[in-house]
């Protein structure tokens, strides 16, 4: 069955420094794997997707993401924390099935301090 | 373009009773689900539509949880008696098309207590 497991609850970070959660996945085939974020009070917005193309996705807002088969990793990163960045960040993945069905991970709240 | 809109936001009742959801997806989008989320867990799908037809409900609990989507736009889910372990947030998300291509938008979700 596919699942992922993000590695880590909760991550603190100072305004300014770089942000890494991490997010590894099980499947027994390629999957498509997405970072969604949600803000207190907001709905869950997309911030990347793969789905086999480019193993590094751009997202919005400055974050990023490498598939890495051989580590089946996913993890998402960016270069400089903003306080507004402050929200729970899910990792997902798509069954074989394909039918649009997500699978999410536990969530990793992620705190700015400034 | 508006988004998926979710109505209530917030819906307390006592266990045993029954409560009904409602999700108005965004105009033209085939693919409905509804996603609960436990607190301090991850979304978890309960049912997808695909127009008014039901392509997963695997994870629904059929005996008291039932959802429709009648002519292929609105839905609402209802849960019939609520049990104390039914407290989450309800989301409801649509999709142009089934699959990890098309971007699935999430509504505000519906907070349920159940005292």
């Known amino acids: 069955a596919q699942s992922v497991t993000q590695l880590d609850s909760h991550v603190s970070v100072s305004e300014g420094t770089p942000v890494l959660l991490r997010c590894n996945y099980s499947?027994?085939?390629?999957?498509?794997l997405f970072w969604y974020v949600q803000h207190p009070n907001k709905g869950l917005q997309l911030l990347l997707k793969?789905?086999?193309?480019?193993?590094l996705v751009k997202g919005i807002n400055g974050f990023e993401a490498e598939f890495k088969k051989s580590e089946t990793s996913f993890h998402l990163t960016k270069p400089s924390a903003h306080m507004s960045d402050a929200a729970e960040y899910f990792c997902?993945?798509?069954?074989?099935?394909?039918?649009?069905?997500?699978?999410f991970g536990q969530g990793t709240t992620l705190q700015v301090k400034p | 373009e508006a988004g998926v809109a979710q109505s209530p936001r917030y819906k307390i009742i006592e266990k045993r009773q029954s409560v009904a959801f409602w999700c108005n997806p965004i105009s033209g989008h085939a693919t409905l689900y509804w996603y609960q989320q436990i607190l301090g867990q991850g979304p978890k799908l309960l049912i997808q539509f695909q127009n008014n037809g039901v392509v997963d409900d695997s994870q629904l609990p059929k005996d008291r949880f039932s959802a429709e989507r009648l002519k292929g736009v609105d839905s609402t889910l209802k849960i019939q008696p609520a049990k104390l372990e039914d407290s989450a947030v309800y989301l409801c998300a649509s999709s142009l098309s089934p699959g990890p291509a098309d971007t699935q938008y999430f509504g505000p979700g519906t907070r349920l207590t159940v005292l």
């Open positions: 793969y789905t086999s193309a480019a193993t």
């Open positions: 997902v993945v798509t069954p074989a099935s394909n039918t649009g069905k997500l699978i």
């Open positions: 499947s027994s085939y390629s999957p498509s």
